[in-house]
């Protein structure tokens, strides 16, 4: 049995006994029992021993074989987005175009003229019968006197004609720099689908505001919904300053239930300036922390800057020679290579968007130039999703000592990967086998609402590499049970500077845990994907109980 000394001052005040306790520590520990006292593990074991900790005060709970993990860390999370999504038109469940027109009708008739119909990120056309968006025409039949916003993932949305109009879009209006407004092949008239910037700067804007109070109810809606599905912590990746304020609220008045790990979002060099001004790398508590800034390099499947050019594809993709997009500041390179030297000069923590394989060689560039400023291992420098990694960008990743995190955005994109980047490029998408073999640390998550906020269908997708949409891609980059566990639990907090406190079941971390219903490690990794939760426990107190 293994003890925190400081706390064996007095009897534990939870004992969990009579199950498989996956400590994921150094060793891979399994024992079968876990104390906790104040908010803390206090000692790990075998059962008998354990219990004999046992004071008249005790809550004594019988696991009857179940499984015990650490609190899963998701180290990619729009955790705000998610609670948008939950109060938002789901399309998880739609199966044809449909049921997508289906939804939209139904919440349309429940609106006002004139009131937006808006649709939740995290669904994939790939998931429908059609493999396709809807389109501008099909949105009008079925709302024709509301603007519709359906988004899928962060990088592409679908609108209809009410909602042009609103964002002042005609059939001739130009596509903006970084962004493609794709249009029908026989008109040339917008179609409806937006990608990247022309997303994000025509049409968001003039979406519906949300301030604090609807940013406060998000954060609350999401946390309980992530602790349902035995997340206990998440890096919450580029905040816009109403976004941070909502968070500090939650904490100071509310009841925050998911240790938070803020990253703010930054485009320019003067936001890193601007930024250094009112917050400093760590500041925080142990459940809500700055760790620094994010920048976005590129775009996502559709407009991931690529050294090979994608595929025409009649309706979605339909220029050749198209590379994707840089997402660079406006002073173009030169500017990029400051963003990141004067992070490196203000000691900040930097997590990158980067995905095709040319934005992650212009990344690495950078990151040597900013290491030239201050030496950023010790920062732990990040490269989020690295989809399509070269072995050389690998070799020069370990040796500037960043940190690749990979979400499981094949489960779902996997399909349009094939369709726009070819089956060899798709099967080779987010290399995890080989950045493990390469020796680097790799911090597992989902990037939701992108995809789904679902951890156990991304552990599946690791351990087996098969999707929802696409059969199985990559399966000589599948890694073992342990490894998945380890990149959700261990490894995830060493990318956000929390391994001291959380990651693993260890006498003195704080006592975040996850009861579930059968043991991921040596379940058919099929059975993985529909793992259930069945309690979950944020410094010792139950946050979820089935």
Not at 403 to 426: D, F, I, K
Not at 428 to 435: D, H, N, V
Not at 450 to 457: Q, T
Not at 475 to 504: C, K, N
Request: a negative charge.
């Amino acid at each position: 049995m293994t003890v925190a000394d400081d706390l064996l001052q007095h009897h534990p005040e939870t004992i969990l006994y009579g199950g498989t306790i996956r400590t994921v520590d150094e060793a891979d520990s399994v024992a079968e029992a876990v104390a906790i006292r104040d908010g803390r593990f206090l000692a790990v074991g075998d059962t008998d021993e354990v219990r004999d900790l046992a004071g008249p005060e005790t809550d004594e709970r019988d696991l009857d074989g179940r499984t015990v993990i650490p609190g899963l860390i998701d180290s990619h999370l729009h955790l705000r987005q998610v609670g948008m999504d939950l109060d938002r038109v789901t399309l998880f469940d739609a199966r044809r175009i449909a049921d997508v027109l289906d939804a939209v009708e139904a919440e349309a008739s429940s609106l006002p003229d004139g009131e937006w119909v808006l649709g939740g990120w995290g669904w994939h056309e790939s998931q429908l019968d059609e493999e396709r968006l809807p389109t501008r025409s099909e949105l009008d039949e079925v709302a024709p006197d509301n603007p519709v916003f359906v988004p899928r993932g962060a990088h592409v949305a679908v609108v209809n004609t009410a909602a042009m109009e609103l964002a002042g879009i005609d059939d001739d209006r130009a596509d903006p720099d970084g962004g493609t407004i794709v249009r029908n092949p026989d008109t040339g008239k917008p179609n409806g689908v937006f990608l990247e910037n022309a997303r994000t700067e025509l049409l968001e804007p003039v979406l519906p505001e949300r301030g604090v109070d609807e940013y406060v109810a998000d954060v609350e809606r999401a946390m309980d919904e992530l602790n349902s599905r035995g997340v206990t912590a998440a890096m919450e990746p580029g905040l816009e300053r109403e976004e941070l304020r909502a968070f500090q609220r939650v904490a100071v008045d509310g009841d925050p239930t998911v240790r938070t790990n803020m990253y703010v979002r930054v485009y320019e060099p003067d936001d890193v300036r601007d930024a250094g001004s009112y917050f400093h790398t760590g500041f925080g508590n142990e459940m809500l922390k700055v760790g620094g800034v994010k920048y976005m390099l590129d775009g996502g499947v559709e407009g991931a800057r690529l050294s090979d050019p994608y595929r025409v594809v009649d309706e979605v993709q339909e220029q050749e020679d198209y590379h994707g997009h840089f997402l660079l500041p406006e002073g173009g390179e030169d500017a990029l290579f400051e963003v990141f030297e004067l992070a490196a000069e203000r000691d900040h923590q930097v997590q990158t968007h980067v995905v095709g394989d040319a934005a992650i060689e212009l990344l690495v560039d950078a990151y040597e130039a900013a290491d030239e400023v201050r030496d950023i291992e010790p920062l732990r420098w990040t490269a989020m999703h690295v989809f399509l990694p070269t072995d050389d960008q690998i070799a020069r990743m370990k040796d500037l000592g960043v940190l690749p995190t990979v979400q499981n955005h094949s489960t779902y994109l996997g399909r349009n990967m094939e369709l726009l980047w070819g089956e060899e490029r798709a099967a080779e998408a987010i290399p995890i086998r080989t950045l493990l073999d390469a020796g680097l640390t790799v911090g597992g998550g989902t990037d939701a609402p992108v995809v789904p906020w679902f951890p156990f269908e991304s552990i599946w997708w690791m351990v087996t590499r098969n999707t929802v949409t696409a059969g199985t891609l990559g399966p000589e980059e599948a890694i073992e049970p342990e490894e998945a566990l380890r990149l959700w639990t261990r490894d995830a907090a060493y990318t956000m500077h929390w391994e001291d406190e959380i990651g693993s079941i260890e006498p003195g971390k704080r006592a975040d845990l996850a009861v579930l219903d059968r043991d991921v490690v040596t379940c058919d990794p099929e059975a993985i994907r529909d793992t259930e939760v069945e309690l979950t426990m944020v410094g010792g107190d139950v946050v979820h109980d089935a």
